[in-house]
């Protein structure tokens, strides 16, 4: 804890920082102050009464205090209490997180020579100044554009301007593509997963268990099996896997039958030639290197800043952030139909990490906010309304008034936030 004294003329008054954002006051108003609040509260109570003999709010000081003295004294009571909160947020700067935080306060003495006033509430974390000079951010490698990834896209075109030739008169195979329904039979009735889709029988594009279930099965076939975790799947994946029984119905079998990579193709595609297909496909790829190492130096200040910096932070706003992001989890866990038992188990543990969460998204928050105030950086109306009209013509149609108010209050965030974290990456890597 941490004890400071603020003091004038007219004021003494004494602040305990406490964890998690907490501070308490313990107000003075010396004389001067406490005779001026009494008189106000008099000249308050004389405009709301009428006593025979006075116009109202004529009446002698004496009179009114002697015939309304409970009025005057709850009248000079809230009167203190406004006045010195008020002088209290003067003088030390200190201001409340908002308006729930703020304790009932006390009236410890209350006497024309002096009162005395006790009140709490949280306040906003104090953020230390960013030192970017002090900040060292972890190595990132750019991704590099190959020939091969330029072939896997151009591959990825070709598909998608593929036909399909029927096959008949024998089993899957792999490489084939097929039109399959899925259906989850560990449940009554059973639920459909997918309803005649089209799959390549491939093992870098299908499941393995599902292409072991497939191959060999012939047109009009129906096989049942269990889903299986793919080994490559990643740990958001894996928490949220649960082995499913299936019943797989197979429609048709299909051969792909992909364009050639000539003029014809580029035509299609609305590009003059097959060398400038090649020109754009590899200049988007370079972009997205650029957007992805942008993100990666992204997460690496993050990192560097989290390291680097720690305060406290208001334990309402904490917990508020933890409930937001343990209800949508546990909305999550809800569609997983999880046994009981599991369900508590994975709540436990989801309790505990959107603790860590709420705490490390807030102390981001603030971490930008001081980065903001440093660089005086601002959102103009222009940047804001070109993007936001961008933004709702891909949207035309599909959204109300509080849609759109919300769509507008993400764009003007989302914007915000990189304009920080590139001021930022400035700043570090100079």
Not at 67 to 75: G, L
Not at 282 to 288: C, D, R, T, Y
Request: hydrophobic letters at 35%; glycine letters at 2%.
């Amino acid at each position: 804890m941490t004890i400071k004294i603020f003091e004038n003329d007219s004021y003494s008054i004494e602040t305990t920082e406490e964890p998690s954002c907490k501070v308490s006051f313990k107000i003075m108003a010396k004389a001067p102050i406490a005779q001026k609040t009494k008189k106000e509260a008099i000249k308050r109570v004389n405009k709301q009464i009428s006593i025979p003999g006075f116009r109202k709010g004529k009446a002698p000081d004496a009179t009114v205090l002697a015939r309304y003295s409970s009025h005057v004294d709850r009248e000079w009571k809230e009167i203190l209490v406004d006045t010195c909160y008020k002088a209290a947020l003067e003088m030390t700067e200190i201001y409340p997180l908002n308006q729930e935080s703020i304790q009932r306060p006390k009236i410890l003495t209350c006497s024309e020579e002096s009162a005395s006033i006790a009140l709490a509430f949280e306040h906003y974390p104090e953020v230390p100044k960013i030192n970017f000079s002090e900040l060292t951010l972890a190595p990132v490698e750019p991704s590099v554009v190959t020939e091969a990834k330029i072939q896997e896209v151009i591959d990825q075109i070709r598909r998608g301007n593929a036909t399909f030739e029927e096959i008949t008169g024998r089993a899957v195979q792999e490489e084939d593509f097929v039109d399959i329904s899925i259906d989850a039979i560990d449940q009554d009735p059973p639920k459909q997963i997918v309803s005649e889709k089209r799959f390549e029988v491939s093992k870098q594009r299908m499941a393995p268990w599902l292409v072991h279930l497939l191959v060999g099965l012939e047109i009009g076939g129906q096989i049942e099996g269990t889903s299986e975790l793919d080994e490559q799947a990643d740990e958001a994946v894996r928490s949220r896997f649960r082995p499913t029984r299936v019943r797989i119905t197979l429609h048709s079998i299909q051969k792909i039958l992909l364009p050639e990579l000539d003029e014809s193709l580029a035509q299609r595609l609305k590009v003059s030639s097959v060398e400038e297909l090649m020109t754009k496909v590899k200049a988007n790829l370079e972009n997205e290197a650029k957007e992805e190492l942008k993100a990666k130096q992204y997460v690496a200040l993050e990192e560097a800043l989290l390291q680097h910096y720690s305060f406290d932070l208001p334990t309402s706003l904490v917990q508020a952030e933890k409930k937001e992001r343990f209800a949508k989890k546990c909305a999550e866990l809800d569609k997983q139909n999880l046994p009981e038992e599991e369900k508590i188990q994975k709540e436990e543990l989801l309790e505990k990490e959107t603790e860590g969460q709420a705490r490390r998204s807030l102390t981001l928050y603030f971490l930008s906010r001081q980065i903001a105030k440093q660089g005086n950086l601002v959102l103009s109306n222009e940047e804001l309304s070109d993007e936001v009209h961008y933004q709702l013509s891909l949207h035309q149609g599909k959204q109300d008034k509080a849609q759109t108010e919300k769509l507008i209050r993400r764009i003007a965030s989302q914007m915000m936030e990189k304009k920080t974290l590139d001021y930022a990456l400035d700043q570090v890597t100079r």
